[in-house]
């Protein structure tokens, strides 16, 4: 069975850090994309970040220079460094998977999510 459980979620103020962590099981991380999302109340979910099998990545624009995606194959982790946080980054933040990565960042075309952990940053 795929699972996937996200922690580090937390409150903030902005211009802090957060490191995000989903521990995967069922699957390896070496096979599958691994992504981040989150949503906001009363927004769509949208895509954060991305992973490849092949470690490469992808980022939102609204992220990329504060957010880094990486993994680590061996523990089957994921991780969300977040820095200069900034208050429209609170949300609700889901780790993801599935086997095909070209659909990025359409949420509907990930197979397999975590329960989220929320990130609040006040200003």
Not at 12 to 32: D, E, I, M, P, Y
Not at 47 to 53: E, F, H, L, N, R
Not at 95 to 106: F, G, I, R, T
Request: charged share 20%; net charge negative.
């Amino acid at each position: 069975q795929l699972e996937l459980l996200e922690s580090g979620g937390g409150s903030v103020q902005a211009g802090g850090s957060l490191r995000l962590s989903c521990v995967v099981s069922g699957f390896t991380s070496s096979s599958h994309c691994i992504s981040w999302f989150r949503q906001a109340p009363g927004k769509e979910r949208e895509g954060v970040a991305t992973i490849d099998p092949d470690s490469s990545t992808k980022y939102a624009d609204s992220v990329k220079g504060r957010f880094t995606i990486s993994k680590d194959n061996a523990k089957n982790v994921l991780y969300l460094q977040m820095n200069s946080l900034k208050p429209e980054d609170t949300a609700m933040y889901y780790c993801a998977a599935d086997l095909v990565c070209m659909y990025w960042p359409d949420p509907e075309r990930m197979g397999y999510w975590g329960q989220g952990t929320q990130v609040t940053v006040s200003s």
